[in-house]
């Protein structure tokens, strides 16, 4: 079994930061990211970070947001800054443990085999 816990949602202004926070246990895994949903857009997949530390980044968030892992405690980070209204949205952390090698794959295509509750960020005036 494998629990993803998410953490640090909320509303901000414009060109604010945020961090988020998903604690992992129960299972290793190799692939570990971050989903988005914003209401009536479709599922965009943000960052993957794989277990060798190799990241892949959307074009929408690339240089502004930060993905890292405390290893000890298991947990990733999702920095957030430059936030932006188009950046509202439901976070969701999700780990993929079945892929070996490369997280490509799993950040293209969203193929993750757990996920996390979700987290709401909403950035306006």
């Known amino acids: 079994r494998l629990d993803l816990v998410e953490s640090g949602g909320g509303s901000v202004q414009p060109g604010g930061s945020l961090r988020l926070s998903c604690a992992i246990s129960?299972?290793?895994?190799?692939?570990v990211g971050w989903v988005r949903q914003a209401p009536g857009k479709e599922r965009e997949g943000i960052v993957t970070?794989?277990?060798?530390?190799?990241?892949y980044f959307s074009d929408s968030v690339r240089g502004r947001f930060t993905i890292s892992r405390d290893t000890m405690k298991n947990t990733y980070y999702l920095q957030m800054n430059g936030l932006k209204p188009e950046d509202t949205a439901t976070y969701y952390c999700?780990?993929?443990?079945?892929?070996?090698?490369?997280?490509?794959?799993?950040?293209?295509?969203?193929?993750?085999?757990?996920w996390g509750q979700g987290t709401q960020v909403t950035v306006g005036s």
């Open positions: 999700a780990a993929d443990v079945q892929s070996t090698g490369s997280c490509y794959n799993t950040f293209l295509r969203q193929q993750y085999t757990h």
């Open positions: 129960g299972h290793s895994t190799n692939c």
């Open positions: 970070m794989s277990a060798g530390s190799s990241k």
